[in-house]
């Protein structure tokens, strides 16, 4: 019974895909909110971080180092999180099953505590402890996603770390994969179900190539959202953001799953 909960509650490739897009368009936001409202530090992108970390502490920059090394604690600790949570699966490559979906909710949690703690945000002149602890909720979140996207295991596709995924996405592009030999028979190239099994593999890597693009595009996206609410509104309207397409995400999978497991149960 727990075996066809589990299948049942797994969504579709289709619904996970454009999930995926959208848990990366909020990494996109929580980049730019951080990069232009929290004191110039990245959320997710933890390489460009570990320069910035490195360059403030040889400049003597005390209070851009204390926000690196705050990104760096929030994620390590959002992701440990989330990791003990999917540590007792046996299988770790089910999909987008419904414990994925729980652990995102514990993100939506910490993206309104983001929202909340953005309306009683201050600007201090040396030492921002308001910024300080939205970066730790916010990089929190980014720890948690990381761990979901990871478990759900969509070939290159890793939410929070774009440029992996625009990287996977050029290499895809370039090394065309035909997968002509698929079938070891000496008349295999010859075969009507040889070439249609080669043309769905052909299509399968233009699709995935090209779905790798349209997920930095919706990083792309949510960055350049976030970085238009910045200029022209407060930093409480924009946490509003990412806390929506959260809120988006996890009823769109509860709605899935719920829908998937009842049509399994009839």
């Not at 951080?34 to 992108?45: K, R, W």
């Not at 999917?86 to 099953?97: E, L, M, T």
């Not at 809120?247 to 509860?254: D, E, H, K, S, T």
Request: hydrophobic content about 45%; charged content about 15%.
């Amino acid at each position: 019974m727990s075996n066809f909960k589990e299948q049942s509650s797994v969504i579709s490739d289709r619904s996970r895909d454009i999930l995926f897009v959208v848990l990366t368009s909020i990494s996109g936001t929580l980049d730019a909110l951080g990069f232009f409202g929290l004191g110039g530090i990245f959320i997710s992108a933890l390489s460009g971080n570990t320069v910035v970390l490195a360059a403030s502490l040889i400049q003597g920059e005390s209070t851009t180092a204390i926000l690196g090394i705050s990104v760096f604690g929030g994620y390590l600790c959002g992701a440990s999180l989330a990791a003990f949570l999917f540590k007792r699966k046996a299988n770790n490559d089910k999909g987008w099953d419904i414990e994925v979906t729980y652990i995102l909710g514990i993100e939506l949690i910490v993206l309104l505590l983001l929202f909340t703690q953005s309306y009683f945000h201050r600007f201090d002149s040396y030492l921002n402890l308001d910024s300080i602890l939205m970066v730790i909720t916010a990089s929190f979140a980014m720890g948690i996603q990381f761990i979901c996207a990871r478990h759900v295991n969509r070939i290159g596709v890793i939410t929070t770390m774009i440029t992996g995924t625009l990287s996977n996405a050029i290499y895809r592009l370039i090394n065309k994969e035909e997968h002509s030999q698929s079938i070891p028979s000496k008349d295999a190239n010859k075969s009507s179900s040889s070439k249609e099994s080669n043309k769905s593999q052909t299509d399968g890597h233009k699709r995935t190539t090209f779905y790798l693009f349209i997920v930095w595009i919706g990083y792309f996206i949510g960055a350049a959202i976030m970085t238009l609410i910045l200029v022209n509104s407060t930093l409480f309207f924009a946490t509003s953001l990412p806390f929506a397409l959260m809120l988006f995400i996890f009823f769109y999978a509860v709605l899935r799953q719920k829908k998937n497991f009842q049509k399994l149960g009839n």
